[in-house]
């Protein structure tokens, strides 16, 4: 079994959870997990510092020239880093690496290009993923993507998640967030479809980041990828317990 587990920046600025997740990571074993990451709120702070202004676009960051240099130094050195240094302390046999790294995400510009240095996936070359994982590491993945032409480019975490999971044909794909599922109506979704989401979308039930978010876990169920679900971290063995079925919260993505 492969799972690939998707965590947010919201997330990882509780406090104590990165321990109890490298924890939770280190207990399922050599070769059977890919962590990517995202790290909005410390590319929000390292922007405020730079004087930097920062949009949002259907939930994609803006990401001018100047920024995408702030934004690959903050998810794939602080970011990343902090996370490798929390399983290797947990006793996982971590690597931390980027989109950049073998060429494993390459992008264009993302839309009309008027995000920016935003980029949208145009392949996953998974080869240095199966190498890792083959020698018993696990990788932890940042986002930022190479172009054609050579720059890097501001992929949303999400979008780089489901595109790998898709890639590597992950038995499970695990998107933790700083909310419970997909809230709506002040409730937690148990259930949602793609039809449903779009409408959701539409009518404004499903605003900011969870766009991406719902987008992406809807594309990866439509190209295979065995379960998909949304959820919030619940203690120590939150990852573990679910892969296990031992239990059950969030929300369920389907097609």
């Not at 898709?166 to 039809?195: E, H």
Request: hydrophobic share 50%; aromatic share 2%; with cysteine.
């Amino acid at each position: 079994m492969l799972a690939l587990i998707k965590i947010g920046g919201s997330t990882l600025d509780s406090p104590g959870l990165i321990g109890e997740l490298a924890s939770d990571l280190a207990r399922l074993g050599a070769g059977r997990t890919i962590l990517v990451h995202g790290g909005g709120k410390d590319i929000n702070r390292a922007l405020d510092r730079l004087g930097q202004p920062t949009m949002f676009v259907d939930g994609l960051r803006v990401t001018d020239a100047a920024a995408v240099e702030t934004v690959e130094a903050v998810l794939s050195a602080q970011v990343n880093k902090r996370l490798v240094r929390a399983l290797l302390a947990a006793g996982a046999r971590a690597v931390g690496i980027s989109g950049v790294d073998g060429a494993l995400l390459r992008a264009r510009p993302y839309g009309d290009g008027r995000l920016g240095f935003v980029g949208a996936i145009e392949k996953v070359d998974p080869a240095v993923l199966v190498a890792v994982l083959n020698a018993g590491f696990l990788p932890v993945v940042s986002p930022i993507s190479v172009g054609g032409d050579g720059l890097a480019y501001n992929v949303n975490a999400d979008h780089a998640a489901a595109e790998i999971a898709m890639a590597m044909k992950v038995d499970d794909l695990v998107f933790v967030t700083d909310v419970p599922g997909v809230l709506v109506g002040g409730g937690t979704l148990p259930l949602l479809t793609g039809a449903d989401a779009e409408k959701l979308i539409a009518n404004g039930q499903i605003t900011g980041g969870m766009i991406p978010k719902v987008r992406s876990c809807v594309e990866a169920v439509r190209r295979g990828v065995g379960r998909v679900h949304i959820l919030s971290w619940d203690g120590a063995a939150t990852i573990s317990e679910h892969l296990a079925g031992v239990r059950s919260h969030g929300t369920v993505i389907r097609d």
